[in-house]
C-alpha cells in the first residue's frame, strides 16, 4: 500500500509526503466519569511526556507504524479512528548552513512529519515496554497540556478535545475495498464470475490483509466473485473472521437491480458497526454515492472519489462513523494498493 493517505475531516487536509522522515502514533483516549482523558507515555531516553509514535518500519504504512508503536511501547491493541493533526518539526545536529538560503540544506537537519489517529481504549491496561517507555498517565485534557514537553504536540490534543466537544470522537470504521488486480478479462475465457486475482493481486491483497488490521473489521460482506474473494481471503484465515457474500455486490446484479445494492450499503451504514465491503469498480458508485447520504459536511462529499475508476484495484476506503451522531460519516481517508 502506498505509505501516505488521503485524509480528511472538517478540520484536517492531508495528502501526501512533504517531510525527509515519516512516522505515526496515536492518541490513546477514553472517557472517565464523562471526563475526557488521554494516555501519556514517559521516555526515560528524552526524559519527556509524549504520546506513542515511531518511524516507519520497512515496506510499512502509517496507519501499521501507528498501531504497532501503541502496541510494542505499551502492550495495546487498538483500532484507529478519527484522523488527527500531523506534527512537524527539524531533527537531527545542525552543522552551521552556508547556502542562507533558509532551508536545510548543508545544516545535517531533517523535516520530520509525525502522523496521529485517536485510538479508543475501551478495555486493557498499559503496561510500559521498561526500554522506551517506563512510565504511562492517563490525565485530563488540560494535565496533558501542562505536561506535554513537546508543544507541537498539542496541536492533535485539541484537536481531540474539539472532536470530543462535537460528538465526533467516538466512531467506528465502514471500509470499501476495490478487489485486488485481477487477470485481465482479455486473457480469461471461462466465466467472469470465476475470472482470479493475477500475481501482483494476490501480493495486494497481502497487503490489504496487514492494513486491515489496523481497523479490524469485523462485519464482512462481500461479492461472491472469485476475484473478491481471493482479495479478502487473507484477512478472514488470518483472523478468523467470517464473511458474508452478497450477489448484490457483484457486477451483474449491480447492474441489473441497482436499488438492491444501494439497500444493503445502508443496511451495513445501519449497523454501526466495523464493516468491510469488497466489490467491483462498476459497483463502486453505487456504494459511494450511498454513503454521500450519511454525509453532511461540504469538505467530506469532495474527499468521496467522483471519476472513474474511483478506487484502483486494491485500494481502501476508510470512512469513519460518529456513534454519537446517529452514525453520521465524519472523516474519508483513502489507500493507494501496493504496487510491485
Known amino acids: 500500500m502506498s505509505k501516505v493517505p488521503r485524509r480528511r475531516t472538517v478540520t484536517v487536509s492531508d495528502d501526501g509526503p ?11 483516549w477514553r472517557l472517565r466519569r464523562g471526563e475526557l482523558e488521554v494516555l501519556l507515555i514517559h521516555r526515560p531516553r528524552y526524559d519527556d511526556w509524549s504520546f506513542p509514535k515511531g518511524k516507519l518500519d520497512e515496506g510499512e504504512t502509517l496507519p501499521e507504524c501507528a498501531v504497532r508503536e501503541v502496541r510494542e511501547e505499551i502492550g495495546l491493541k ?23 538560503n533558509g532551508g536545510n540544506g548543508g545544516n545535517g537537519r531533517k523535516d520530520k512529519a ?11 491496561t498499559p503496561i510500559p515496554d521498561g526500554e522506551e517507555v517506563d512510565e504511562t498517565a492517563w490525565v485530563s485534557v488540560d494535565r496533558a497540556r501542562e505536561l506535554l514537553t513537546n508543544r507541537g504536540d498539542v496541536l492533535p490534543l485539541d484537536e481531540l478535545a474539539r472532536l470530543n466537544a ?23 475465457s471461462r466465466a467472469e464470475s470465476e475470472r482470479p486475482l493475477a500475481a ?34 487473507p484477512y478472514v484465515k488470518a483472523h478468523r473472521s ?19 445494492t444501494r439497500t444493503r450499503v445502508r443496511r451495513c451504514l445501519e449497523l454501526l458497526l466495523p464493516t468491510l465491503i469488497c466489490s467491483h469498480r462498476p459497483v463502486l458508485p453505487l456504494i459511494l454515492d450511498t454513503m454521500g ?11 468521496i472519489p467522483d471519476e472513474d475508476p ?31
Open 18 to 28: 512533504d517531510a525527509e522522515i515519516l512516522a505515526a502514533g496515536a492518541l490513546c
Open 78 to 100: 487498538v483500532r484507529l479512528g478519527m484522523p488527527l493533526p500531523i506534527t512537524r518539526y527539524s531533527v537531527g545536529k545542525a552543522r552551521g548552513a552556508k547556502n542562507g
Open 114 to 124: 509525525v502522523w496521529y489517529w485517536a485510538a479508543q481504549v475501551a478495555e486493557g
Open 166 to 188: 462535537d460528538r465526533r470522537l467516538h466512531t467506528l470504521p465502514f471500509v470499501v475495498l476495490r478487489h485486488a488486480k485481477a487477470k485481465p478479462r482479455s486473457s480469461w
Open 200 to 233: 501482483t493481486g494476490k501480493r495486494q491483497a497481502r497487503s490489504v490483509e496487514r492494513l486491515l488490521i489496523c481497523w479490524r473489521p469485523r462485519h464482512l460482506e462481500s461479492s461472491p466473485w472469485r476475484r473478491c474473494a481471493e482479495t479478502i481471503a
Open 242 to 260: 467470517r464473511a458474508t457474500y452478497r450477489k448484490s455486490f457483484t457486477e451483474k446484479r449491480a447492474e441489473a437491480h441497482p436499488e438492491r
Open 293 to 303: 447520504g450519511w454525509l453532511q459536511d461540504p469538505q467530506l462529499f469532495q474527499a
Open 310 to 340: 474511483y478506487l484502483r484495484p486494491g485500494a481502501v476506503l476508510v470512512a469513519q462513523q460518529a456513534m454519537d451522531r446517529d452514525g453520521e460519516i465524519v472523516s474519508i481517508e483513502v489507500y493507494e494498493p501496493f504496487e510491485d
